[in-house]
Every structure is written in structure tokens, then in C-alpha cells.
């Protein structure tokens, strides 16, 4: 298993924006398929978006299509969640998870078919 380290939550008023950061501590994500997910107080992590080992393919849920954009920075190792239009019912502890991956191209928002997370970010949307 990978040791992932998420960074860039906090507090923003609704109708900002946050950027999130998913790096593997001292290596490359590289070959790797990656999941952001969240959850919130009483209720079950949900995937939110992934992106492809090759960065070719990315799956949103609905809840955030639109507002959130996923991308790889292949040059400093790192996966970013763009989030946008921040809405109250966003609020919630951001996970991001790694599996490897050899085709280049499977992203699936589903919690099973991550081995490797992240100790979590917490977003907070209030004003």
C-alpha cells in the first residue's frame, strides 16, 4: 500500500473554491489510478471523482459535475481535486485513494477497487 498525503482543506464561504492535493510521500503517482471521495458527519464516504493512470479518463459523480475538476501534474508527482462553486452540502472530510493500474485507462468511483488512501482533509462550506 501507498502512503498518500491530501493537503488544501479548510474554511470557505459558499461560492468559493479550494484546491486539493493527493502525492504519494517521496515517490511517483505514476501508473496509478486515482480516487478523491468524501464524507460527511453520519454519512457514508461517497466517490466523488477519479482519474485514469494516464489522465485520459475521468469519472465525476453528479453531485459535483460541473464545479470540480480533477487533473495530474505528472512533473511534481501529484494529483489535484479543483473544486468551484463550494456549496454547503460539500462539507465534508476529502479522501484521495491510489490503485495501481497497467491499461492506463480504468476509473471507477467505487470504494472497493482502491487498496491505498489518504489520512483525509477536512472542507469545511459555511458563511
Not at 14 to 29: N, V
Request: charged share 20%.
Amino acid at each position: 500500500q501507498l502512503q498518500l498525503v491530501e493537503s488544501g482543506g479548510g474554511l470557505v464561504q459558499p461560492g468559493g473554491s479550494l484546491r486539493l492535493s493527493c502525492a504519494r510521500s517521496g515517490f511517483s503517482l505514476d501508473g496509478y489510478t486515482i480516487g478523491w471521495f468524501r464524507q460527511a458527519p453520519g454519512k457514508e464516504r461517497e466517490g466523488v471523482v477519479c482519474i485514469s493512470s494516464s489522465g485520459g479518463t475521468t469519472l465525476y459523480a453528479d453531485s459535483v459535475r460541473g464545479r470540480f475538476t480533477v487533473f495530474r501534474d505528472n512533473a511534481k508527482s501529484t494529483v489535484y481535486l479543483q473544486m468551484n462553486s463550494l456549496k454547503p452540502e460539500d462539507t465534508a472530510v476529502y479522501y484521495c485513494a491510489a490503485e495501481g493500474d497497467s491499461s492506463g485507462e480504468n476509473c471507477y468511483l467505487l470504494h472497493d477497487f482502491f487498496r491505498s488512501w489518504g489520512q483525509g482533509t477536512q472542507v469545511t462550506v459555511s458563511s
